[in-house]
């Protein structure tokens, strides 16, 4: 059983940082690409940044230049870094992985809430 546990979330003010992490854990024979989401209320879940086993990254539009993904192999952990967060930034962020387990598919984590607001 493959499971990703989000942390790292809470309450920041405008202008702020965090740093979300992502661990998988379970039989894992390896993680390819892993990625991070957020859903806002009443929005759709958007992908907003990703990284490949080696450390390609891509970004979403609205977070270029002020986020940053990361992953540590050996720790089967994926990291976010967020910087100048702003209000529009307030979502439940989701981490993402595709991993092969004895079979590929595709898990997510159970989400951790992110709040700017002065």
């Known amino acids: 059983q493959v499971q990703l546990v989000e942390s790292g979330g809470g309450l920041v003010q405008p202008g702020g940082s965090l740093r979300l992490s992502c661990v998988a854990s379970?039989?894992?024979?390896?993680?390819?690409?892993m990625g991070w989401y957020r859903q806002a209320p009443g929005n759709k879940r958007e992908l907003i940044a990703t990284?490949?086993?080696?450390?390609?990254?891509d970004y979403a539009n609205s977070v270029k230049g002020r986020f940053t993904i990361s992953r540590d192999n050996a720790k089967n952990t994926v990291y976010l870094q967020m910087n100048t967060l702003n209000p529009e930034d307030t979502a439940v962020y989701y981490c993402?992985?595709?991993?092969?387990?004895?079979?590929?598919?595709?898990?997510w984590g159970q989400g951790t809430q992110v709040t700017v607001s002065s």
């Open positions: 379970g039989s894992i024979f390896s993680i390819y690409i």
């Open positions: 990284i490949t086993r080696g450390g390609s990254t």
């Open positions: 993402n992985a595709d991993i092969d387990s004895g079979r590929q598919d595709y898990y």
